[in-house]
Each structure stands twice: as structure tokens, then as C-alpha cells.
């Protein structure tokens, strides 16, 4: 296929494998996020695939061509880190074009290349401040122009946006994914924040122990999670352990034991339905989210209507709410 291809890839270090026969695909304009916990291999598959680290086993290609023999710098990707580690004596515009020459731009166009990827992520302007006026936003704003500047064919982030503080981090990643898109740029995204991947991707791939264990669109990944670990990388809460017969508080979930996925947006509050009791209140995001139990098992649910600590309610469960885990 066009664009990025991982088949088999290993990696290791000191006899220790860390990656384990990966296999990924990156079609052109796509934008694929790695998920995942800290260790788990998000950053070395991306060093892999620039050519950063050396593979044990497997191959990256572009376009049907093996990478194995091209160095770093003559690959095409852009990388952009979470320590973007500016140059502290070159202003904006010496930090932005700073990659311009290795990719063969007449010097008489710089400035306008410059110029135009300032203007796409938003610093039209600030091409002669120095980077040590710049708030942190603004920082990462111009390593992702240096990044972007070269019109790289894949453009890798690892961890990006992960020093800044929430508000700010919420507000670039949504300019991001509007600026990829209108770039038609193929992307691959590192993070462990699971938020932030279900704004950005295109698909999502969830990693665990230095393999790749669930990957699709967001809402496939979200409706069917397949694992315990997805379950949690991606933010369900709703994990319940089941007894040998299928059972618990909520009733005879599946045939046998083992711990399922209680989809906590497939749950309600209805009268006349399961007996169950409020244990907590919060307010997130704009919405009221109810803790619930019923018997032992305690699950978690949005809700359009208010209630107290301690009030006895009804909770249903939607047909499709129960999904099975690790082959539960």
C-alpha cells in the first residue's frame, strides 16, 4: 500500500525485546496515535520507524520501499518531541528554517516557506522574536513549525503537548488535528492520554508490553476494547469481575468467569429497573457524572438529571451494554 508500512518489526536492547512483531500501517494523509502506558513501546516503534534505533527483525517501507538502507535525514519524517529543545541563539524564524537546506529549498524561498508555516500554526509575524520571549504554547507552536517547514511525507510526535497544562494542552491538540487535516498530513502520534487520542486519530492503536493489542477507529476501540489493558488505556472504569457462573450484582453477565466491560454511556437511570444506590457525585466536563451501586459492584454513568448521595434509583442496562474481555 502507499504511505507507511511496519511489518514484523522487533527491537531490542542487551537481549531484551521491547519491541515484539509489530505490524502497522500509515496511509497517506491518516493520522494514527500510538496509546499507551509509559514503557510500553510507543517512543521506540516511532525511533524505529525514523531510523533511529535498529530492528532486530521486520522492515519499514514508504510506498512499497524497504527504509533499512536510508538514514534518518533522507527519509522524508518530521519529528517533533516533547522537549522540542529550540535553539536558544537563533530567533523563530532561524529555529523554523532551520531543516530547510537539508531538503534542498532554493535559498531565495525560505523566507516565504518560513512565513507561511508561521502563518499555519498561528505565529504569523513572529518570525524575528526571540525564543526566549515565548510562553510554552508558543514554543511548541514553532517546533511544529520547524517540524512541518521541510513538507515532511510523515510527521511523527512523541509526547508533544505532555508539559503543558490541561486547558492549553485541550486547545492545541484540537488546532493540531484541524491543521493535519487540512494538510492532508499522514501522522503518527504518541501519547498516553487517552482524551487526547480519541480527538486527534484517525485510528487509534493501543500498546501493551511492546506490542500492538487493539487498533481501529476511535469508536471501535471504545465499543470493543477486546483486553483489559485497551479497557483501561483508553479511560472505561466499568471493568467488573465476574464469578463461575457468569454472575454478580448486576446479574448473569456472561457464561462463564472472568472480568467484562460495563459501557458506562450504555447505562441509564429508570425507574423500575435495577435496584441500585447513588455513592458519589462529580462534575466533569460540563456533565454530571453518578457513581452507582448495586450490591458490591459499583459503576459509573453520565446523567441529564440530579441526584443526591444516598438516593435508591434504578439502573438499566442498554442490550449492548456488557462487552466480554480477554475472551470473557
Given amino acids: 500500500m502507499s504511505g507507511l508500512v511496519v511489518a514484523g ?4 536492547f542487551d537481549g531484551i525485546r521491547v519491541l515484539d512483531g509489530i505490524d502497522l500501517a500509515v496511509a497517506s494523509g491518516e493520522v494514527v496515535v500510538l496509546l499507551g502506558p509509559s514503557g510500553c513501546g510507543k517512543t521506540t516503534l516511532l525511533r524505529a520507524v525514523a531510523g533511529l534505533e535498529p530492528l532486530t527483525a ?14 534518518p535525514h533522507e527519509r522524508g519524517f518530521g519529528l517533533m518531541f516533547q522537549d522540542h529543545a529550540l ?4 530567533d523563530v524564524a532561524g529555529n523554523v528554517g532551520f531543516g530547510l537546506r537539508m531538503v534542498g529549498l532554493p535559498e ?3 523566507n516565504e516557506r518560513i512565513g507561511n508555516v508561521l ?8 518570525g524575528p522574536r526571540s525564543v526566549a520571549t515565548l510562553s510554552g504554547g508558543e514554543a511548541q507552536r514553532v517546533a511544529l513549525a520547524r517540524s512541518l517547514a521541510p513538507a515532511p511525507r510523515l510527521l511523527m510526535l512523541d509526547e508533544p503537548l505532555g508539559a503543558l497544562d490541561r486547558s492549553l494542552r485541550d486547545r492545541l491538540v484540537d ?6 487535516r487540512r494538510l492532508g498530513q499522514a501522522a ?27 487498533i481501529g477507529t476511535p469508536s471501535e476501540v471504545w465499543a470493543d476494547p477486546r483486553t483489559v489493558a485497551v479497557a483501561r488505556s483508553i479511560g472505561h472504569r466499568n471493568l467488573v469481575e465476574l464469578d463461575a457462573g457468569g454472575s454478580c450484582a448486576l446479574g448473569r453477565l456472561a457464561t462463564g468467569p472472568g472480568t467484562v466491560l460495563v459501557r458506562g454511556d450504555r ?3 429508570l425507574e423500575g429497573a435495577l435496584p441500585a444506590r447513588v455513592t458519589g457525585v462529580a462534575f466533569r466536563n460540563g456533565r454530571t457524572e453518578a457513581t452507582v451501586a448495586v450490591g458490591d459492584v459499583e459503576v459509573h454513568l453520565f446523567i441529564d438529571r440530579p441526584v443526591d448521595r444516598g438516593e435508591a434509583v434504578g439502573l438499566h442496562l442498554a442490550a449492548d451494554a456488557v462487552v466480554g474481555l480477554d475472551g470473557a
Fill in 9 to 12: 518489526v522487533s527491537v531490542g
Fill in 58 to 71: 521486520g522492515l519499514v517501507s514508504w510506498d512499497g520501499e524497504d527504509l533499512a538502507a536510508i538514514p
Fill in 87 to 90: 535553539f536558544p541563539h537563533r
Fill in 108 to 110: 531565495v524561498r525560505h
Fill in 119 to 126: 502563518e499555519m500554526v498561528g505565529l504569523a509575524g513572529f
Fill in 175 to 180: 488546532e493540531l488535528g484541524v491543521l493535519l
Fill in 188 to 214: 503518527v502520534h504518541v501519547t498516553h492520554d487517552h482524551d487526547e487520542a480519541f480527538t486527534l486519530a484517525d485510528r487509534i492503536a493501543v500498546m501493551a508490553d511492546g506490542r500492538i493489542e487493539r
Fill in 267 to 269: 447505562l441509564t437511570l
